[in-house]
Structure formats: C-alpha cells, structure tokens
C-alpha cells in the first residue's frame, strides 16, 4: 500500500482583488468526529470546535474517550487585525458564528455569495478507508469526493503534492492519488468570513479563507493517543495588507466539574493551560480524585494568552465585540488596559505588564499563579474560566497565506499539580514530534482503546465498629486493587456518604487521617480504586469511633459593653500569644482563693500551662457584673501596644497605653481583691469525666508602675 506523505506547502488558487462585500450565505450545518484514537473531537465548519447543532453539554470533546469525562465545554478559532488601520475580528463564542462554508473566489467573494450549502461538508478519512480501498476497490464517501480543489492535502502516485488546477477538482484514486492522511484520522474543511454580516462581532470581513486539518493518531504512544491537533492555513484574499494578525484558540475549559477550575501560561512552552483548583475534581462529571490537566499548545508559539469570566467586573467579563475580542488576542483586557501580574490583573499599579495570563508555575507556588497571585490573600477563588491562547502578531500581504498548527493535550499525574507536570512532558514529546515532521507521519490505526476499570479492594482496619479511645491519628488501611493508579478515601458520619463527605485519596494501599481536636465523633469509610479508565467499585463500608486529642487553648472570649452587647470577640487572643508581654502569667492553684499570695503557683506561660495539664478542655465564662460585683470594661484594654492585652490603673482608674486609647474608654478601675484587680470573666478547665474546675488568674504590675497587667 503507498503511503500518503505530508503536504507542507499548499499553492493558492487565485490572487486576491477588490474589498469583499458579505454574502448572504446560511451557517454551515456540518459537523465530523475524530474517534480513531483515545480521543472524541466534535468538529464544524462554523469556527467552532466541539460545541455545535446537537453537542452543547460538554459533550463534544472526551478524554479518555470511553470514560464520558470531558476538559472543554467550547472552543473555537478567532482571527483579528488591521485592514487600512481598521480593526477586524471574525470569531465568536457559543453562538453568532462569524464563519461561513467554502472558499473565496478572485475578487474575495464565496463563490456563490447567496448560497455557500454546496461547500456544507466536512471530509473526514482513516488510514484504514485507504488501505481498504487498495484491497478491494470500495472507496468510503469522503474518500471518494476528497476536495483537491478547495486545498486537502493530496500526493500523486510518486508521493508528490498534486497542484489542484480548479476548485470543483477532486481526488483521482484510479490515477494512484491518495489523500494526505495525518496520523490515522485526518478530517478537512473549508471556510471563510465573507460568507454573510457578522453577528455578535459587527466586523467588516477581513477577507479570509481558513483550510483546516484536523487529525487524531491512534498510535503506539499513550500521551499522542489522548491528544488531537489542528492544522489552520489562513489564506488572505483581501486587497490590502492585512496587519498585526493574530490567531487564535478561544476555549471554555470545563475540566469535568467546572466550578473548580484554574488556568495558567507555560510560555516556553507556548501552552495555556487548565488544572483543577484541588486534587478531588468531584461531581458526576468530575475526573475524581488526581484529575488531569489539559493544555492548549501553539506548536509554532504563542505571543499571548488571556483569560476572562462570565459576568466578571469591568474589562475582565467575556467579550461582546470585535474589538474587544482584538484586545483579548494581544493580551490586553476587553476595554484595551493592560494586564499585569499581580492580583487578578486587571486595574493593578503593582506588578510587571504582560501579555501572558498566569505565566507563573503552580506547582512550585511561583507567582503569578493562580495558587500564588502576589497577593496578601495569594490564593484565587477556583471557579469556571474562558481562555484564549494567540500567536505572535503577523502581517499578511494580498495573495499571502500562512499556516499555524494547534494541540489540545491531556496529562494526569498522581495529584492535580502532579498533572501539570505531566502535560508538560507531552508537550515536549509532542513538540519534537511536530518539529522532525513525525507527527505528520501516517500511524496505522491501533485496536480500540480498551477501558480497564481498577478491581475492588476490602477493607483490613481498623476493625469495623471499634472504639479507638482518645487517639492522635488513626491509619486505615486496605488490600490492593488490581490495575490501581490512586485509591479514594470517603469519610462521612452518614453511613449513605450523602452528607458531609471528606474524601481524601491515597498512591498507597493506607492513608492516615486526623481526628477532629476534642471530638469524639463515629465515622463510616470506604474505598475506591481509580485508575485513567475510571473508577472501580466502592469497597464494603465500615465504621470507627475516635476521640480526638485535647489541644488546649482558650476559645470564644468576647468583649461586652455594660448592657451584654458584644463588641469584640478577640479579647483573651492574646492569652495564647507566646509575643504576650509578659510572657508569664500568674495563675492560682485549684481550690485556693485567687487573691491569696499562698495561692500563687508560679509565673507560668499560660497556654504552656494547659498544655502540661491536658487532657482537658479549657473555656471562658462571662462573668455577669451586676450579680458578680466585677467590672465590665468598655475597650479598657490596648491592641496597639504589643504585649499589653489588657491594662488598667488601680491606683487612678485610668488605661496605661504606648498610644492614646480609644476615645470609649471607660475608665472605672476594676475592683481591687487583696492587692489584685478581679477581671470580668472566668477561665473554667473540663476533664474528660465532665468534671470542671476554675483556673484562678492573677494579675501582675510587673514593672513597677501601680498599673496590672493579665
């Protein structure tokens, strides 16, 4: 059998004219699939790829085929510059497409402007229709009718490029030619931007033909298996240059449950990319536990990449027109403000301009990443985001073409980060592939992905319905699954695992998990083995008991005004502060009266004090003044000076500040016990039987100045 060899250089069939009118052309209604590899890719003659007609839920786009998870929701191409210092965009997002079927004639006009339908077709051949052709004479449809004549790539019988001489010519078999079939699935179709007045964008045409192949390899190698490409050829047909080009990937990245993605840039790499937020991608459309990372990666290299969100504030909210979709294509934001790399880029003064969104690497924490954005709060909110990668500015002369090829990877690893890293491995793969011609290369196609679920797994211990007493840890612990990558780990207090499910996941055949501090809690738990297929079948479920250990500190004191009314909550915080001046405390000893000196057991660090008399558990109690005879205090304490939690004059009645107080002080002295002003409140220790007892605090003028501090 011969074997079609790539077409590299595609000659133009006419030269360019006149300023093109709009047609009045219908949008195309055809549609392909590319499923001859590990992948299943929707594709349109709309500009779209993956979302159109019927396949608008994320379901235009799977990997790995057979497990019905989808990375990408929508994507789709976008073209804009400068004709005569005018901008001109063609390129939409879920609707309003801006591309029309077939190609433009000499004067930059469809070929027939009132009716573009006989162009409404997709082409798509295996390598296998070729090889059953040359056995038995049948060709399939597409075979049959390849368009040589609108530019699909096509090779004599001495494997050289066949020139097409009309556009009406198609592929002689009879004659030895064969079509050019990149890896084992190679679709081809034809569109441009005349074809009718562009909704949405509101933009003059430009004047472009798009030649588009796309193709999917169903090889030997895992990573080019779960991977699809696309080769765009723009063909400029306008009669003045077409200036500061750019082409674009607008894509709408679900990566299986949408509301907890994230993107970023690998420059280098020319690559946007999207991960998961977390290392659990949840829901029942989610990739589970360790899901993948998807790039989209710009083989010939990008020269920005911008993200933006639906109903997002300002400049940063999705693209309504052409200009603004022009904006985003040179990594600016939709109303032309620079992006910079620190927050969420937009209407920053801090940080470095750039064209690239999020170029820093989320898997070492760098900046600016979504995971560190620069920020005191670095962390972004994880959610849905759109993203669109471009290339490099380009000029096309009349009568000028040019070619950019496109891959959408996919990369998982042991955890959600882990598959960044992953993805970038591929790209490098597929990157040398592409760059030695190889990736071009005919693949005959492999049997069909098979789907290999990991097996079932038991569960060994702890033993089903023990109580484990007050633990710090409790390791779980299961058998091996066969064909297990990860195993996911479900713990809830609800035996169905409806509510309140922590799901953690594990490489390893056990995992430890933390009990909750001072509670003692009944939790059910079982087991999944996942592997890249899928996941297996839920172990059988069990139950343990634990309490969790006592971590003493003091929690819940507020501050009241003189009717009950919280007004600060934070006012003992500085009891566990080892910065707390002084850095001992006085502390009375139990059953002794707090104003006897004979009481004092010490001047001990407050919260080590707990510590070294755990376990118990340790709280505040208000007291009330009316019935108790004590004080409370208006802001009589002081935040600014550090060390001093609170101060009060016994002598005088009044606060002892590095700063001036607030002006709500009140100043009524606390009352004086023995030589020791009473506070407002109680500290109160509860043992494990339900046994309480009081802790006695003191106060000290620890230097000397009539003035007490706790």
Known sequence: MRIATPLLVLLLLAVPARAQTPGQCALGQAQATLDASNVFAAVFNTGSLFFGN???????YLVPRFTGRSPIFAAGLWVGGRVGGEVRVAGARYTNFNFWPGPLDASGSPVNPADCSAYDRIFAVRLSDVAAYEQTGTATADLAAWPVGLGAAT?????????????????DLAAGERPVVYGSQTAFWVMNDVGNVKPGTLSPPIGIEVRVHAFVTGGPEPDVRRASFYRYELVYRGATPFEGGRMSLFSDPDLGNAADDYVGTDVPRGMAFVYNADNDDEGSTGYGVAPPAVGFDLLDGAGASSYFIGGGPGGTSDPTTGVQIYNFQQGLWADGSEMRAYGNGYAQTQGAVTPFAFPGDPVTGQPWSEVNN???TPVNTKGDRRMAVSTPAFTLQPGESRTFDLAVLYGRGSSNLASITVLRGVSDRVQAMHDDGSLFLPVPEGPPPVVVLPGATSLVSPADGIDLGT???VLLDWTPALRADLYAIDLSPDPTFTTDVRRTSSSLDSVRVYPTSYLRETL???VQAVNEDGAGPFSEVRSYTA?????????GVDERDANG????TDLLSSLNSPTTRPPTYLVGAQGAASNSPSAVIGRLDFNGYLLANAPREYEIRWVDAATEGQVVLNRAWDRTAPGRAFLTCVETGTVVSNTAGPANLVTTPAPVVGGYPRMPFQAWEIEQDGTERQVHLNVLDDDADGCYSF
């Open 54 to 60: 019927a396949l608008t839920n994320g379901d235009g």
């Open 155 to 171: 090779v004599d019988a001495g494997g050289q490029p066949v020139v097409p001489t009309s556009l009406a010519q198609t592929i």
């Open 374 to 376: 620069g920020t005191p």
């Open 471 to 473: 633990v710090n840890s």
């Open 524 to 526: 059910f738990w079982r």
């Open 547 to 555: 309490t969790g250990p006592y971590r003493p500190e003091i929690l």
């Open 565 to 568: 009314n919280v007004i600060d």
